[in-house]
């Protein structure tokens, strides 16, 4: 459903890649596209968190199918090298879809959590060796972007990651940028020396602010110019026409958002399911926004964006996805700007 003269935004839309089927999510991306989103994240999984959701679509073909549709950004988020996929796999996937829709492409990349990568059988390390991991494969998938723009091979042997004789013989113009999805600030000081920006996961704004704080403080303690790294928020939120259901819906489609402990090493939808039944509305709290009035949503981006962010994508977590849209279109992106 086409929208008339959409506003150019900093503003995103999370595509609820759990929650609905692959073609849907094409249309929804659409209506997203023509009321005037920036782009669309959408996270790599292998299963969804509860399995009332129901989805859990490979997503390089999802955002290769829906950059024919849509103009804006296409970013596969929180993508977790060296599990269920090789650095070197992951760098071809990203190095693909930015070839095929060039200059509209980044990534970001996460440590990772079990639901979606204990299923290749490997040990399942913890947190501190995931992260060495992580900014591993982003070395060794910057080299080989590197060295595939100029036609040579690349090498890399570290602790966790081995690349011999690699090239990418598909490249796109400009490679796609790296960024750490993080909600820590050593691992955002850390991404500020060697990654191309930074994802902020879960924060408030406050908090958010001075994730890039230490992005910046990484990247002068290593000559870079923090000026140059991308600055993204990823922003859960509840809305709905009725504050009860935007509860409701909070409870039961995001009871995660509301999980006072880590849950990286959750492995099963099932008992992520039974734990969930232990959530109630008051442990919603401030961990997401869970608001009917327009307004409220206006003031949440405006304090990431005046923190300092250069775009906010925004995960509403029920299930009135084109409804969201509309309101969006019409009550929020204007106001944002």
């Known amino acids: 459903m086409p929208y008339p003269d959409p506003v150019p935004s900093r503003v995103g839309w999370v595509l609820p890649i759990d929650r609905v089927p692959p073609r849907d999510a094409v249309t929804l991306a659409e209506q997203a596209d ?32 829906i950059g024919e549709h849509i103009s804006g950004d296409l970013a596969p988020g929180m993508t977790v090298p060296g599990y269920r996929l090789h650095p070197a796999a992951l760098a071809q996937a990203a190095a693909t879809l930015a070839a095929l829709h060039p200059d509209r492409v980044w990534l970001s990349v996460a440590p990772g959590e079990a639901i979606n990568e204990h299923v290749t059988g490997t040990v399942w390390p913890e947190a501190p060796e995931r992260i060495e991991r992580m900014f591993e494969a982003i070395e060794a998938i910057r080299r080989l972007f590197t060295a595939s723009a100029s036609g040579r ?44 920006g930074l994802l902020a996961l879960g924060v408030r704004p406050d908090q958010a602010r ?17 000026a140059g790294l991308l600055r993204v928020a990823h922003v859960n939120v509840s809305w709905a026409p009725d504050q ?42 401030d961990r997401l ?49």
Do not use: C
Not at 210 to 226: F, I, K, V
Not at 248 to 267: E, H, K, S, V, Y
């Open 289 to 337: 926004l869970v608001a009917t009035d327009p307004d409220r949503h206006v003031v949440l981006l405006k304090q990431f964006l005046d923190a300092g962010y250069d775009q906010v994508y925004v995960h509403n977590v029920g299930d009135n996805h084109a409804e969201f849209i509309d309101m969006f279109r019409s009550r929020v992106l204007p106001a944002v700007g």
């Open 210 to 226: 001075r994730l890039l704080q230490r992005l910046d403080e990484g990247a002068e303690s290593a000559g870079r110019d923090p």
């Open 34 to 65: 023509a009321a005037g989103f920036r782009g669309v994240l959408a996270s790599d999984l292998f299963q969804p968190w509860l399995p009332s959701l129901g989805q859990a679509p490979f997503v390089w073909n999802l955002l290769s199918a």
């Open 153 to 196: 091979d690349s090498r890399y042997g570290g602790a966790f990651v081995t690349l011999e004789t690699a090239r990418l013989w598909t490249v796109p113009p400009t490679p796609p940028r790296v960024l750490v999805a993080t909600g820590g600030p050593v691992t955002a000081r850390r991404a500020g020396r060697v990654a191309d």
């Open 244 to 285: 009860e259901q935007a509860v409701q819906q909070a409870l039961t489609r995001f009871p995660i958002g509301a999980m006072r402990f880590a849950r990286g090493d959750l492995r099963s939808p099932l008992l992520v399911e039974q734990i969930a039944a232990l959530v109630r509305a008051d442990d919603l709290d």
